[in-house]
């Protein structure tokens, strides 16, 4: 009798440990669409005859790929607000959570060998120009292991083709010698405004006598984007590619986005503001939503997918804090390093001007 109920549980425990998970089991038996296409929101054309198309098409690949990048830059934002609270992070610090859209749309609708500046809050383009989490983490904690090897922090990370992030806040003036220069010379160079409703704490509707900032260019033509929509950005950042690649000269675009944290870490965001504006905006027109939304009804990907990609980069995110708070400090020797290129090494002095450090390239 022991035996024969022995091997009854033995049978059982079996079939328990070679059963896969519900959520593995649903994903496998989907008949997945491979690709859609969706009606998008028309841009607003300044100094254009036509403007990018009404519509996108999007593939399963791509769509689970924006996905996954999406709330990756969701995701590592939330973990630098706690790692500055715990005093890991100092100093300045700009979130972009809520304009995911943006910066992955961006990036879907250039080639990789295009070359990115971008003033600061930087941390999503710099996850959607091919950094790593590790490396944007590291960078905030400053750690030997970031982007810019612990001395950049958050207004000043770097990768290939990708010149990110300054801090000049006040350099509207040179925005605009700018446009002037690039449309002299019919230089091939997308201008980008994320507005994002607010200037620091100013709504923009306070600050500016016209909010048209795609007109700004003047002399260059303009598009105003829905920045919460990927696929929105992505097929207008196309055109707008297209167009200076054609010898066209400049173009500048507007992309209506929204933030969700404030202005930068020391700003709660609430008091030029109401709580319930930012939930309206997180319930009707969050980019991640949106794009979920979108790939679940259309039969691109099932729920339970995008919740084991959402697990995936969790698990990424937390892997990247640790490294991120680990990781050791560049060492005080090493402070003068990449301030000048070129051979032989220059002395660069410190605060103390007895102690001078070595510049090297």
């Known amino acids: 009798m022991r035996k024969m109920l022995a091997a009854v549980v033995s049978r059982v425990l079996s079939g328990v440990a070679t059963q896969k998970p519900a959520g593995r089991v649903l994903?496998?038996?989907?008949?997945?669409?491979?690709?859609?296409?969706?009606?998008?929101?028309?841009?607003?054309?300044?100094?254009l005859e036509e403007g990018p198309p009404v519509t996108a098409e999007l593939t399963r690949e791509d769509g689970l790929k924006y996905y996954r990048v999406m709330q990756t830059v969701r995701r590592m934002e939330l973990k630098a607000d706690q790692l500055y609270k715990q005093k890991f992070i100092r100093g300045f610090c700009h979130l972009c959570d809520g304009q995911e859209g943006c910066c992955v749309g961006l990036e879907a609708g250039i080639r990789h060998t295009d070359h990115v500046i971008t003033s600061y809050r930087a941390h999503g383009i710099c996850i959607a120009r091919g950094l790593s989490v590790r490396a944007v983490l590291a960078e905030l904690t400053g750690r030997r292991g970031g982007c810019a090897k612990g001395k950049g922090g958050s207004m000043h990370m770097y990768a290939k083709n990708f010149y990110g992030g300054n801090g000049i806040v006040g350099a509207q003036g040179q925005v605009f010698e700018t446009y002037n220069m690039a449309a002299l010379w019919k230089l091939p160079c997308v201008f980008i405004c994320e507005n994002n409703r607010y200037g620091m704490g100013t709504?923009?509707?306070?600050?500016?006598?016209?909010?048209?900032?795609?007109?700004?260019?003047?002399?260059?033509?303009?598009?105003?984007?829905?920045?919460?929509?990927?696929?929105?950005?992505?097929?207008?950042?196309?055109?707008?590619?297209?167009?200076?690649?054609?010898?066209?000269?400049?173009?500048?675009?507007?992309?209506?986005?929204?933030?969700?944290?404030?202005?930068?870490?020391?700003?709660?965001?609430?008091s030029y503001r109401s709580r319930e504006e930012i939930q309206d905006v997180r319930s009707k027109s969050d980019p991640i939503m949106l794009l979920k939304d979108k790939m679940v009804n259309s039969?691109?990907?099932?729920?339970?997918?995008?919740?084991?990609?959402?697990?995936?980069?969790?698990?990424?995110?937390?892997d990247a804090a640790h490294f991120a708070t680990t990781d050791p400090e560049p060492p005080l020797d090493e402070l003068g390093h990449h301030v000048y290129s070129g051979s032989p090494p220059s002395e660069v002095r410190g605060a103390n001007q007895w102690i001078k450090f070595k510049s090297i390239s």
């Open 27 to 47: 994903v496998a038996s989907c008949n997945y669409s491979k690709q859609a296409t969706f009606e998008i929101k028309k841009c607003d054309l300044y100094s």
């Open 203 to 270: 709504a923009v509707e306070r600050a500016a006598a016209s909010t048209d900032y795609y007109k700004r260019g003047n002399f260059i033509p303009g598009l105003r984007v829905d920045g919460m929509d990927i696929l929105c950005v992505r097929e207008a950042t196309k055109f707008a590619a297209d167009y200076c690649r054609s010898g066209k000269g400049p173009i500048l675009m507007e992309l209506q986005t929204y933030r969700y944290h404030g202005h930068s870490m020391s700003d709660p965001g609430v």
């Open 299 to 318: 039969q691109l990907a099932s729920v339970e997918e995008l919740k084991e990609i959402d697990s995936e980069v969790k698990k990424e995110i937390e």
